[in-house]
């Protein structure tokens, strides 16, 4: 779940155990394609916020969740086991209008997961994303051809997605209530019945060549946006 601590936590602790193991990695994050480049080169040099605003500037003005302040760790995080000498890209994978033009054939879905196909073919490493959970199912929501989700159109590699599990708490998201106006904001959010999952743990189960499962948090604490006003 965008907007929480403890998903950007759990994406930390995957990570950090594969930078420990020295396996190649690839880190994808849902920012828009044509900041990838900028992104990547943020991660392999002296890391600072306004370095990182920069860098991103669509993403971290998108405050839906995902230019979250617990992101922004992430990415310091990154940063310094780059520097330590991690064999570690960052990539982003979301639809990028500026690159493609809107095209009733092809879905945001497919278009992400042909990115992301991108960034795993003819490699060796652990491809690691962290995306909203909309993005995630397996298999996808419906069988129509236009939709779905990009999880389930990823062809070059099996794919293990998880979701969150938690007992509720808060994150900061865009949100209506009872058909109110869309705002962004913390958010009041319920367990989502998952109380059978010890906390911090994750279950898996197979879905033909794929795995899906949930990764179980306890409560959840909001994260507000890294940059709350334009720079």
Known sequence: MHGTNESQQLVQSILCELVAR???????????????????????????PQKAYAAA????DSHDGRSS???????????AWRTAGADLEVFAFDFAPSEYPIDLERSRHATMAAMVDQAAKDFEGAVILIAGGYHTPVPRLTMEPQSGSMADMLTVRPVVS??????????FVTYSKNGSKVTTG??????????????????????????????????????????????
């Open 57 to 60: 500037p669509k993403m971290w």
């Open 162 to 171: 998880l979701s969150m599990a938690h007992d509720g708490g808060e994150a």
């Open 186 to 231: 913390i958010l009041e959010v319920l367990e989502n019945h998952q109380r059978e999952y010890s906390s911090w743990t994750v279950n898996l189960s197979s879905h033909g060549v794929h795995y899906r499962g949930v990764y179980s948090t306890g409560f959840i604490t909001a994260s507000p946006p890294a940059f709350p006003t334009e720079h």
């Open 22 to 48: 020295d396996v190649p990695i690839r880190f994808g994050v849902e920012a828009e394609r044509d900041q990838s480049d900028s992104l990547n080169n943020l991660t392999k040099s002296d890391f600072t």
């Open 69 to 79: 302040e617990a992101a922004l760790r992430s990415l310091v995080q990154v940063s």
